[in-house]
């Protein structure tokens, strides 16, 4: 039920996203190589596998054994302060978390070569949320960027940030180098069509790049970073940080998908959005829980009068909220679907209901099932949707900022990722204005003189790919279609590995036997295979200590200054705890540190220490691995992508040769995308996952606090991606944290 979870499509699927970062793109200004998408509740399984019948209890003893020191430490962190004692006691179960090896950071997105007629930097510009998806105030060229002018527009927009030039100097900049200005945008990013038009009820990323074109939120990230007013001109907050109070501008206007002005704007679209985001329950309200005062109870249902919930309509343009405690991140969040505005007249005459249980399939119900089933108050009213081909943007109208509109035609080009080359031929025929290139594209680039002039290296963002080990395996085969991706292993087999897999020095072995490098490679190439590479969970340099604090590493007092990156302070912890990985490198960046572009986990010979450890614990509890008797480990890969296929035979190798044949790893063909996704991406539940070692998805912040992805950890469905390493610790969380009583503002490192 968590936002931020995203889909590996690392190849085929090479967007464009020039200035879009965050929760899913890259740090602003470069096409990438993923392609994203949320696994929320609405994924989709035809059926589900059965719980067995001591799931909850074994789910509650692993969690406890394998991430007992990880919770321990991070609800420590609830009990600081201030701001940065925060980030440090989070940053100690960061450490915790990486030792565990359950989660094994893969990549950012970003870090390949890519082509494009995207001005940098021309997109809203954030680190987390919604709003890197908004493209309307894109600058887009005829011809494609050369690959030197993209670099001095980089340089000059790290000189202007914060100044609102930018825009103003890219094209003026792009017409004196001689290219021509378009108002159309052709963006290849969907492979897989939206499963819903409903902002409000869902967290999948499918849907959400999409429908964000379709409405404003009260503030909005321009192409620098710089938080802007959208439907709200101002606001102010309360002296004790409680209470926010924001003033609507009057003349926006909610139409239909012809055009027609169906409403004005006004504070209750906020409220009904609210509201109705909190009744449907799609994977997105864990963000305003112990925030929005009454929240948590009201989705919970011990509150059924929506009015004591903390947000109001004082008059038609002045909008409250009301939150549990201070939240200096709050308006960070602002831009992000779950507080996305929605008319309630609208919604009632498509057959929606405030209050009740939400029912998306009730015979009278209409709103979202299509582009014209929704109100529109954005930049963008959907022209044309076919299925698995384009989806046409056209600009609104009757939009109140309409005369800002760069890109007045945005058409989404659809992409099944069958063909290898396909975005690089469409990007540079112009069926699409920018690409990503994995290594055949490059191929083709040089081969056709096109690479040297106009390819560039994309940057990185804040999103992490990881792969996830099972720990407690229960379903061999697909659970929404059992005869797909189909486990050759027999009962015993099954067995030992689940023993296996819950001893943390096999896990360990498993982490640190992965060349990391070579299976990266398979996809951007080897000279690009640490450019996206990523060691922790958590970025190193997400957040940075606002003073000096002191904390105690294993016994030791140890004192960080204003400044000391969260990377940091995780190394210092797993370099205290005697764990060999490196996930924190000062020298990095130019010496300003980074968790990225090295590899930190890969060591055949601390692979074999740990599986030689992991070999005498196991046979201590009767179980046996030696030549004659390896741990079978299933890996479920996507056999019709070249790519996918090369990286899951790199895995295999490595893995295999590091543990010197003790693992023995199985590849699993899924006959498409959608048959991989299903092993378990698109399942719900712990117990529905098909695989022993997954690679297929990752995390994108949700602000700027370590917490958003920390969170994810957390026991009991709380944390959405504990579903991924198998189990569902169930039981009540009581902590500060979870509570809203923190007497601790929720902070964003600015």
Known sequence: MKKKVVSLMLVLAMTVSMTACGNKNNAADDANAVEDTEAGTESGSSEEAVAPANYEEVSAELYDKELGDFWAAYQKADEAQTVSEKFALQAVAEAKLMEAAVVLPLQSKGGNYSISRVAPYTFDYTLWGNDMDRFHNAVVTTELIKASDVSTMRAKWAELKGTGEYEAWAKSYLEEQGYTLKDTYNYQLYTQDPTTWDILATSQSVDAEAIVNTYDGLMEYDGEGTLQPALAESYEVSDDGLTYTFHLRKGATWVDSQGRKVADVTADDFVAGMQHMMDAQGGLEYLVEGIITNASQYISGEVTDFSQVGVKAVDDYTLEY?????????????????????NRSFYESMGGKFGVEYDPDAADYTYGKDSDSIAYCGPYVVKNFTSKNTIVFQANESYWNADHINIHTLTWVYNDQSDATKAYNDAISGTVDGTG????????????GNFDDYAYVALTDATTYSGFFNINRNQFANANDTTKAVSSQTEEDAARTKQAMQNVHFRRALAMGLDR?????????????????????????????EEEVTVDINGTATTYPAGTYYGQIVQDQIDADGVKITVWDPTANEGAGSSDGYDGWYNADNSWEEMSQAVEELAADGLTIDADNPIQMDVVYASSNEVFTNRANSLKQSIEASTQGLVQVNLIAAADNTDWYYSGYYMNYGYEMNYDFCDLSGWGPDYGDPSTYLDTFQPEYAGYMIKSVFINRIYEITTLHRSGESPLPCTIDE
């Open 517 to 545: 490098g070579t299976y990266l490679a398979q996809q951007v190439g080897d000279d690009l295979k640490y450019a996206s590479m990523r060691n922790s969970y958590t970025p190193g340099n997400f957040v940075a200590l």
């Open 437 to 448: 290139l994995n290594t055949a594209s490059v191929a083709a680039a040089k081969a056709d």
């Open 322 to 342: 009301d939150l549990e405690a201070p939240c200096t991140y709050f308006t960070t969040m602002l831009g992000y679907n779950v507080f996305a505005p929605m």
